[in-house]
């Protein structure tokens, strides 16, 4: 594209944007979360659900709702106008649009996993997968005994295989060791994804590799405050980390042998953009920082409509949508379990 | 607001006088006044309420149970569509069910369904799984049949090889194995059951990558398909048998058959207990089949009874949401004995309303009345048009450019008339316009049935706009016959021809011309200029100045329009500085060219017009010489010249300044001396100085303002002379693409006097004829019009920033939910 995405964009590319465009105007706006942080019950939520957007999926749902069908309800919405977005791209976009599932699709190996180790039920554990990260044979990773069963039996035929090379082990599965998976997964996911926007270049690859670079740093911090206190070494600690970022590489190395959250804090505090988010948090906090990282990305998303002739909107829209039905569900659970004081603390507001 | 009463009904030209009311109503009798008024439908109603959300207010529990209500409905139709019974529409006995009522019998009736539906559900599960399990047991028995036979055979073979071959050759090791393999037989056990056709490749292999290879997989395709007893839909299976050994295996071939949803069903390899499990099986699905039959009649007659109220049951239910909803704009007393309404309703349906509150407060036995109660207001009603199927349509076209502000002259009524005739001046055809006419006539038959039915988005607007095209054909039939035109053959039909050869040879008709012989043709074009060499320079120079008429016609009505508008609203500063201008300037020019054409026709002279136009600005001075038309038009053309040049800073300075004046009068208090002249309009004056005083006046905003319209309307008034030369234009392609059909298909085929080609060449002439003729054109002069009459027509005079009157009625409720 070479910077000159206005010409050509729209010929393949126009469509699908202007649709992604019209979907992001239905997101909810502080006014709308006002209302439904207002409402006593669940058939208030729902009743105002039903004059947005999400109407029409909720309209035959019989009266005693629960949160878990409000939230599926969302999800379905949001699954279909993405597939609706996937039958209608071409290529590159619609690879495009198959990375942004990978993530939930990682999700799912790792919570079917850990689901068979703790002898749940497959079927149980199927209903509670992200419906964007499913793939065919998805049930029979209940089968594998180890990493390396894992990859063979399964995960071959999928996109994942090749994010699997870094992880095969003969070691039986464990918790500690399906976190190193998920974690190891996720950074050959996270520096495909970079590689692919890369390729694509233009406006595509600006925004796109300032938007992953926050998630991996992101990511980052949130496996070292995670793994201080485990057996975790600092080399191995070092190999999760996205080879990509603000952070990488002397973040990397900083963050690699912190003791505590308030030494995190320290080596975060050097970069200016995440200065503010550690600034807004007490010491020795780290609670409300989810909430601050999540803030900080829904802004970094909301900007990536600023521009256009690029991809970036996809990403964005979809996870200003997830986020948006994270907050559908704190509200839910608030209301249901007559928690209203708390309803504040966990939603992040998009507009 | 009160003199309107007093003035003639104006119907269509101005929109009906609307009164802000308030309606105090005893809480007691609310539900039935709304429902009256809805069933009235003159009442529009205002959210007093608009600052709260929907479930904060008063009645937010009864729209939610209506809600509920209508879900049960939704649920009812669905499963009525699933069981193939469509609502019948004749259930109308209006047995007056109330609500509560209703919703006890909805709840009950759904319970009941659910349970059936259950019930059946269970039934049909273990009534396919009996069914796969059959199919199973025939399949895999056939397996096992053909293994075994295909084994013994392969026994008795190497037994026959055994004894042939002598005991040299033979190898111990397989003696061995001969010798375990019934053992071996015994160890490996088996798994069968189905899995979906589509899932079967990648069973087979992650089922291999799994065990490593160590499995024997066989595969069988069922014919047809079978239903799933899971999800209950129908699905293409196969029947598989897995042979494995050791626990090991067993486990995770169970495992994966889970995760691709096979199931598996027991099997015995014993062939006498086969055919008892078959036999036990056909058994249970006789005795399943009767029983499921009897529950599916029993839910048929269910679901007919619920069809037989379906339509009254949802009409209610619609219909009591709507009241809630109004119920819930209405604010409530602080006593909490009486709810306020406040909305709009034309004037002349007072009496009705009060009439219909009076009935609903002795139909509840209410001890107080509902007040009825006049409101003042500053703010602009909607704006309400009393049409009907004929003149709706027309309406549509104007409203589709803006509502018409509140009693602002509506272009609706000339648009009546107007549109279909620009629209026929490009579509000059009789033949065609008997087409359209004969289609169109054709929806207007019909109309009783189509507008019952739906239709599809284009046959629905075609259907929208019957009496349009209708009008639209009547008047192309009109100019057709004045054109002379039956696609594009001419006739005679008028009197015979009034040009005739020179001499009875006709020898040089095509190069010397004709001559008049007879009197003129006496209505429109004469026959014989068809097919000549001046036809076009003869026909382009009659539409031509033709459009040029009916251009400035209608942009002068247009501004007399402006002129009744100001009359009307009382603007004394927009008739003499924007109306006198505005006259002046267009008719000094284009009037006087107008004047120039008609004048032209009469004494049939040969002036070039263009140059007299061109010269009346370069040099007003010359002489107009062989130009010259009549008497004293060069003295004629200064005057309107200076005319038109004093018309500009006319139209441009006074306003503004005068505007100022005003407001700074206004300021010092001396504004009362305004209202002595207008004494029978008080309210109304009151009202607007009511509302200006709190403007800011901003000078330079009102001067670019005026100075922009100025520009517009004198840069507009050339460019709109010329866009109605589009009439021309579009007349002349029309005419064009018709003679080329007629000549080079129709005639060309006729020549080859083969009846073949003949055929075709009809064929293709009816194709072109109405894709092009009648579909096409007829879209392209429809859509020039509506240019005209958006653009060059309303923007002299139309403000267009109104809004709808939406009246609360049931009769709207329906329309909207199909």
């Given at each position: 594209?070479?910077?000159?995405?206005?010409?050509?964009?729209?010929?393949?590319?126009?469509?699908?944007?202007?649709?992604?465009?019209?979907?992001?105007?239905?997101?909810?706006?502080?006014?709308?979360?006002?209302?439904?942080?207002?409402?006593?019950?669940?058939?208030?939520?729902?009743?105002?659900?039903?004059?947005?957007?999400?109407?029409?999926?909720?309209?035959?749902?019989?009266?005693?709702?629960?949160?878990?069908?409000?939230?599926?309800?969302?999800?379905?919405?949001?699954?279909?106008?993405?597939?609706?977005?996937?039958?209608?791209?071409?290529?590159?976009?619609?690879?495009?649009?198959?990375?942004?599932?990978?993530?939930?699709?990682?999700?799912?190996?790792?919570?079917?996993?850990?689901?068979?180790?703790?002898?749940?039920?497959?079927?149980?554990?199927?209903?509670?997968?992200?419906?964007?990260?499913?793939?065919?044979?998805?049930?029979?990773?209940?089968?594998?005994?180890?990493?390396?069963?894992?990859?063979?039996?399964?995960?071959?035929?999928?996109?994942?295989?090749?994010?699997?090379?870094?992880?095969?082990?003969?070691?039986?599965?464990?918790?500690?060791?399906?976190?190193?998976?998920?974690?190891?997964?996720?950074?050959?996911?996270?520096?495909?994804?970079?590689?692919?926007?890369?390729?694509?270049?233009?406006?595509?690859?600006?925004?796109?590799?300032?938007?992953?670079?926050?998630?991996?740093?992101?990511?980052?911090?949130?496996?070292?405050?995670?793994?201080?206190?485990?057996?975790?070494?600092?080399?191995?600690?070092?190999?999760?980390?996205?080879?990509?970022?603000?952070?990488?590489?002397?973040?990397?190395?900083?963050?690699?042998?912190?003791?505590?959250?308030?030494?995190?804090?320290?080596?975060?505090?050097?970069?200016?953009?995440?200065?503010?988010?550690?600034?807004?948090?007490?010491?020795?906090?780290?609670?409300?920082?989810?909430?601050?990282?999540?803030?900080?990305?829904?802004?970094?998303?909301?900007?990536?409509?600023?521009?256009?002739?690029?991809?970036?909107?996809?990403?964005?829209?979809?996870?200003?949508?997830?986020?948006?039905?994270?907050?559908?569900?704190?509200?839910?659970?608030?209301?249901?379990?007559?928690?209203?004081?708390?309803?504040?603390?966990?939603?992040?507001?998009?507009? | 607001?009160?003199?309107?009463?007093?003035?003639?009904?104006?119907?269509?030209?101005?929109?009906?006088?609307?009164?802000?009311?308030?309606?105090?109503?005893?809480?007691?009798?609310?539900?039935?006044?709304?429902?009256?008024?809805?069933?009235?439908?003159?009442?529009?109603?205002?959210?007093?309420?608009?600052?709260?959300?929907?479930?904060?207010?008063?009645?937010?529990?009864?729209?939610?149970?209506?809600?509920?209500?209508?879900?049960?409905?939704?649920?009812?139709?669905?499963?009525?569509?699933?069981?193939?019974?469509?609502?019948?529409?004749?259930?109308?006995?209006?047995?007056?069910?109330?609500?509560?009522?209703?919703?006890?019998?909805?709840?009950?009736?759904?319970?009941?369904?659910?349970?059936?539906?259950?019930?059946?559900?269970?039934?049909?599960?273990?009534?396919?799984?009996?069914?796969?399990?059959?199919?199973?047991?025939?399949?895999?028995?056939?397996?096992?049949?053909?293994?075994?036979?295909?084994?013994?055979?392969?026994?008795?073979?190497?037994?026959?090889?055994?004894?042939?071959?002598?005991?040299?050759?033979?190898?111990?090791?397989?003696?061995?194995?001969?010798?375990?393999?019934?053992?071996?037989?015994?160890?490996?056990?088996?798994?069968?059951?189905?899995?979906?056709?589509?899932?079967?490749?990648?069973?087979?292999?992650?089922?291999?990558?799994?065990?490593?290879?160590?499995?024997?997989?066989?595969?069988?395709?069922?014919?047809?398909?079978?239903?799933?007893?899971?999800?209950?839909?129908?699905?293409?299976?196969?029947?598989?048998?897995?042979?494995?050994?050791?626990?090991?295996?067993?486990?995770?071939?169970?495992?994966?058959?889970?995760?691709?949803?096979?199931?598996?069903?027991?099997?015995?390899?014993?062939?006498?207990?086969?055919?008892?499990?078959?036999?036990?099986?056909?058994?249970?699905?006789?005795?399943?089949?009767?029983?499921?039959?009897?529950?599916?009649?029993?839910?048929?007659?269910?679901?007919?009874?619920?069809?037989?109220?379906?339509?009254?049951?949802?009409?209610?239910?619609?219909?009591?949401?709507?009241?809630?909803?109004?119920?819930?704009?209405?604010?409530?007393?602080?006593?909490?004995?009486?709810?306020?309404?406040?909305?709009?309703?034309?004037?002349?349906?007072?009496?009705?309303?009060?009439?219909?509150?009076?009935?609903?407060?002795?139909?509840?036995?209410?001890?107080?009345?509902?007040?009825?109660?006049?409101?003042?207001?500053?703010?602009?009603?909607?704006?309400?048009?009393?049409?009907?199927?004929?003149?709706?349509?027309?309406?549509?076209?104007?409203?589709?450019?803006?509502?018409?502000?509140?009693?602002?002259?509506?272009?609706?009524?000339?648009?009546?008339?107007?549109?279909?005739?620009?629209?026929?001046?490009?579509?000059?055809?009789?033949?065609?316009?008997?087409?359209?006419?004969?289609?169109?006539?054709?929806?207007?038959?019909?109309?009783?049935?189509?507008?019952?039915?739906?239709?599809?988005?284009?046959?629905?607007?075609?259907?929208?706009?019957?009496?349009?095209?209708?009008?639209?054909?009547?008047?192309?039939?009109?100019?057709?016959?004045?054109?002379?035109?039956?696609?594009?053959?001419?006739?005679?039909?008028?009197?015979?021809?009034?040009?005739?050869?020179?001499?009875?040879?006709?020898?040089?008709?095509?190069?010397?011309?004709?001559?008049?012989?007879?009197?003129?043709?006496?209505?429109?074009?004469?026959?014989?200029?068809?097919?000549?060499?001046?036809?076009?320079?003869?026909?382009?120079?009659?539409?031509?100045?033709?459009?040029?008429?009916?251009?400035?016609?209608?942009?002068?009505?247009?501004?007399?329009?402006?002129?009744?508008?100001?009359?009307?609203?009382?603007?004394?500063?927009?008739?003499?500085?924007?109306?006198?201008?505005?006259?002046?300037?267009?008719?000094s020019l284009f009037g006087y060219l107008?004047l120039l054409i008609?004048v032209k026709?009469?004494i049939?002279s040969q002036a070039d017009l263009y140059h007299v136009m061109i010269y009346m600005f370069l040099s007003p001075t010359d002489d107009l010489g062989e130009n010259q038309l009549f008497f004293g038009q060069k003295f004629l053309q200064i005057v309107l010249l200076l005319a038109a040049l004093v018309?500009?800073?006319?139209?441009?300075?006074?306003?503004?300044?005068?505007?100022?004046?005003?407001?700074?009068?206004?300021?010092?208090?001396?504004?009362?001396?305004?209202?002595?002249?207008?004494?029978?309009?008080?309210?109304?004056?009151?009202?607007?100085?009511?509302?200006?005083?709190?403007?800011?006046?901003?000078?330079?905003?009102?001067?670019?303002?005026?100075?922009?319209?100025?520009?517009?309307?004198?840069?507009?008034?050339v460019?709109?002379?010329?866009?109605?030369?589009?009439?021309?234009?579009?007349?002349?392609?029309?005419?064009?693409?018709?003679?080329?059909?007629?000549?080079?298909?129709?005639?060309?085929?006729?020549?080859?006097?083969?009846?073949?080609?003949?055929?075709?060449?009809?064929?293709?002439?009816?194709?072109?004829?109405?894709?092009?003729?009648?579909?096409?054109?007829?879209?392209?002069?429809?859509?020039?019009?509506?240019?005209?009459?958006?653009?060059?027509?309303?923007?002299?005079?139309?403000?267009?920033?109104?809004?709808?009157?939406?009246?609360?009625?049931?009769?709207?409720?329906?329309?909207?939910?199909?």
């Open positions: 594209m070479y910077g000159f995405e206005a010409m050509t964009f729209n010929i393949h590319g126009g469509y699908l944007e202007a649709i992604v465009r019209g979907h992001r105007a239905g997101l909810f706006t502080a006014a709308d979360y006002n209302n439904l942080c207002q409402c006593e019950t669940l058939d208030d939520i729902k009743m105002h659900l039903s004059a947005t957007e999400y109407g029409p999926y909720l309209q035959n749902e019989p009266s005693p709702l629960h949160t878990t069908t409000i939230v599926e309800k969302c999800t379905l919405k949001l699954v279909d106008e993405y597939k609706h977005m996937l039958c209608q791209a071409t290529e590159p976009l619609s690879t495009f649009l198959e990375y942004i599932t990978y993530g939930h699709m990682i999700d799912n190996v790792v919570l079917i996993v850990t689901g068979t180790l703790h002898e749940r039920d497959v079927q149980e554990l199927l209903e509670k997968c992200h419906p964007l990260g499913m793939f065919d044979s998805i049930a029979t990773l209940a089968v594998a005994q180890n990493m390396r069963e894992l990859y063979r039996l399964v995960l071959v035929d999928t996109p994942l295989a090749p994010y699997f090379s870094e992880c095969i082990t003969s070691e039986d599965l464990d918790d500690m060791n399906i976190e190193i998976m998920r974690n190891t997964l996720y950074k050959a996911y996270l520096e495909d994804f970079y590689k692919f926007c890369q390729k694509l270049g233009g406006a595509t690859a600006e925004i796109m590799s300032d938007l992953l670079a926050f998630e991996a740093d992101r990511r980052a911090v949130n496996i070292t405050i995670n793994s201080i206190g485990t057996e975790l070494t600092r080399d191995d600690r070092r190999k999760l980390y996205s080879n990509f970022g603000l952070l990488y590489p002397y973040g990397h190395e900083e963050l690699a042998v912190c003791e505590d959250i308030d030494q995190v804090r320290g080596a975060m505090e050097k970069y200016p953009p995440y200065q503010s988010i550690f600034s807004k948090l007490s010491y020795g906090e780290s609670q409300m920082l989810d909430k601050a990282f999540y803030e900080e990305e829904v802004k970094r998303l909301c900007l990536a409509f600023e521009q256009q002739f690029h991809y970036g909107v996809f990403f964005a829209y979809m996870r200003l949508r997830e986020q948006e039905i994270r907050n559908l569900m704190w509200i839910s659970e608030c209301v249901a379990q007559n928690q209203k004081s708390r309803v504040h603390d966990s939603v992040v507001f998009i507009f | 607001m009160g003199g309107g009463t007093h003035r003639p009904t104006m119907d269509l030209l101005r929109s009906e006088p609307m009164q802000l009311v308030q309606l105090i109503i005893p809480i007691e009798s609310a539900h039935r006044s709304i429902s009256y008024l809805g069933d009235l439908g003159f009442f529009q109603f205002k959210d007093l309420n608009s600052e709260k959300s929907p479930f904060q207010r008063t009645y937010a529990t009864q729209i939610k149970r209506c809600g509920e209500m209508a879900r049960k409905l939704r649920f009812f139709k669905e499963q009525m569509v699933k069981a193939g019974l469509s609502p019948s529409t004749r259930s109308a006995i209006s047995d007056d069910v109330d609500l509560d009522n209703l919703e006890v019998k909805l709840g009950e009736l759904e319970a009941e369904l659910m349970e059936m539906n259950a019930n059946h559900e269970k039934l049909q599960h273990s009534y396919n799984e009996l069914i796969e399990y059959k199919l199973v047991v025939q399949k895999a028995g056939e397996f096992f049949h053909s293994a075994q036979s295909m084994a013994a055979a392969k026994q008795r073979e190497v037994e026959a090889q055994q004894r042939g071959e002598g005991s040299i050759d033979s190898p111990l090791l397989l003696e061995q194995e001969m010798v375990t393999d019934p053992s071996k037989q015994v160890k490996l056990g088996f798994v069968s059951g189905l899995v979906p056709r589509e899932k079967s490749l990648a069973f087979e292999r992650i089922l291999f990558r799994a065990t490593r290879g160590n499995v024997f997989l066989k595969q069988s395709v069922l014919e047809g398909s079978v239903t799933d007893p899971a999800s209950g839909e129908k699905a293409e299976k196969n029947v598989f048998v897995v042979f494995y050994s050791g626990e090991r295996a067993r486990n995770k071939i169970v495992k994966i058959c889970e995760a691709f949803g096979a199931n598996r069903y027991p099997f015995t390899e014993d062939l006498s207990k086969q055919f008892q499990i078959i036999t036990e099986v056909s058994g249970r699905l006789e005795e399943l089949k009767t029983t499921i039959d009897v529950g599916l009649v029993h839910q048929t007659n269910l679901l007919q009874t619920i069809a037989y109220h379906f339509e009254q049951w949802s009409h209610l239910v619609k219909k009591e949401k709507s009241i809630y909803h109004t119920l819930s704009m209405l604010s409530i007393d602080v006593t909490k004995k009486c709810l306020v309404a406040e909305g709009w309703c034309p004037v002349f349906a007072t009496n009705k309303i009060q009439n219909v509150l009076q009935r609903a407060t002795v139909d509840s036995n209410s001890q107080i009345g509902t007040i009825f109660h006049i409101l003042q207001t500053k703010e602009s009603p909607p704006t309400y048009f009393h049409t009907n199927k004929f003149t709706s349509a027309f309406q549509e076209i104007v409203d589709a450019y803006g509502i018409a502000k509140y009693q602002e002259a509506n272009p609706g009524v000339f648009t009546i008339i107007t549109f279909p005739f620009l629209f026929a001046v490009m579509f000059g055809d009789w033949g065609h316009g008997i087409c359209l006419f004969l289609a169109t006539s054709y929806f207007i038959i019909k109309e009783k049935k189509f507008s019952s039915q739906k239709l599809g988005d284009i046959t629905e607007m075609i259907f929208g706009g019957r009496y349009v095209i209708m009008m639209m054909a009547l008047f192309s039939i009109y100019t057709g016959l004045i054109y002379n035109e039956f696609f594009s053959v001419p006739f005679e039909l008028f009197g015979p021809s009034a040009y005739g050869c020179r001499d009875p040879a006709c020898r040089d008709a095509s190069t010397a011309g004709l001559v008049k012989v007879r009197a003129t043709y006496p209505f429109g074009v004469d026959p014989k200029w068809h097919g000549t060499r001046s036809e076009l320079p003869f026909l382009n120079s009659l539409k031509m100045k033709m459009s040029i008429l009916l251009g400035v016609a209608q942009m002068n009505l247009g501004i007399i329009l402006s002129y009744f508008n100001a009359k009307f609203s009382g603007n004394e500063l927009n008739i003499r500085y924007q109306f006198l201008p505005q006259m002046i300037f267009l008719n107008s008609v026709w009469c049939g018309a500009v800073p006319w139209m441009l300075f006074p306003k503004p300044f005068l505007l100022k004046k005003q407001h700074e009068e206004r300021h010092r208090g001396q504004s009362y001396a305004l209202l002595e002249n207008s004494l029978d309009e008080s309210d109304e004056m009151e009202v607007r100085h009511g509302s200006s005083s709190h403007e800011e006046f901003e000078f330079s905003e009102v001067f670019v303002h005026q100075l922009i319209h100025t520009i517009e309307f004198v840069l507009g008034a460019s709109n002379t010329a866009s109605y030369l589009r009439l021309w234009a579009l007349s002349l392609a029309h005419s064009e693409l018709s003679s080329v059909f007629y000549d080079k298909v129709l005639l060309l085929a006729w020549g080859f006097n083969n009846i073949f080609i003949l055929i075709i060449g009809i064929f293709v002439f009816i194709c072109a004829t109405v894709g092009v003729l009648l579909v096409m054109e007829t879209l392209s002069a429809f859509l020039h019009a509506l240019r005209l009459h958006w653009v060059e027509f309303q923007s002299k005079f139309y403000e267009g920033d109104g809004y709808k009157f939406q009246p609360f009625s049931f009769a709207s409720l329906d329309a909207e939910d199909e």
